[in-house]
Nanobody
Framework: QVQLVESGGGLVQAGGSLRLSCAAS????????MGWFRQAPGKEREFVAT????????YYADSVQGRFTMSRDNAENTVYLEMNNLKPEDTAGYYC?????????????????WGQGTQVTVSS
């Protein structure tokens, strides 16, 4: 089993920045990719970004490309999502996830392990 714990959400004005963290523990040697997803009220869970567990090959949703950056601190088994130029439409619960068999890598159904989520609210 893999355990994931997110932190770093909050309230920010449009144009501001936040950094989310996701600490992984347990059988982390089985992880192939880590991902971030988000879900707004009344909407389906949406892919945001993913990165290989080694910290390479990030891939982003078009809606966040150029504004969000996903990275990994290998020493701490932690992945980050740096979010810049935030917009009100970025408001959602953000969830960290891990997968072992990661095809397709941008589908929530691919990911086996999930954190509890952290709320991001962007005011206009």
């Amino acid at each position: 089993q893999v355990q994931l714990v997110e932190s770093g959400g909050g309230l920010v004005q449009a144009g501001g920045s936040l950094r989310l963290s996701c600490a992984a523990s347990g059988r982390t040697f089985t992880i192939v990719r880590m991902g971030w997803f988000r879900q707004a009220p009344g909407k389906e869970r949406e892919f945001v970004a993913t990165i290989r567990w080694s910290g390479i090959s990030p891939y982003y949703a078009d809606s966040v490309q150029g504004r969000f950056t996903m990275s990994r601190d290998n020493a701490e088994n932690t992945v980050y999502l740096e979010m810049n130029n935030l917009k009100p439409e970025d408001t959602a619960g953000y969830y960290c996830a891990a997968c072992e068999d990661c095809v397709p890598m941008n589908s929530a159904s691919t990911y086996h392990y999930w954190g509890q989520g952290t709320q991001v609210t962007v005011s206009s």
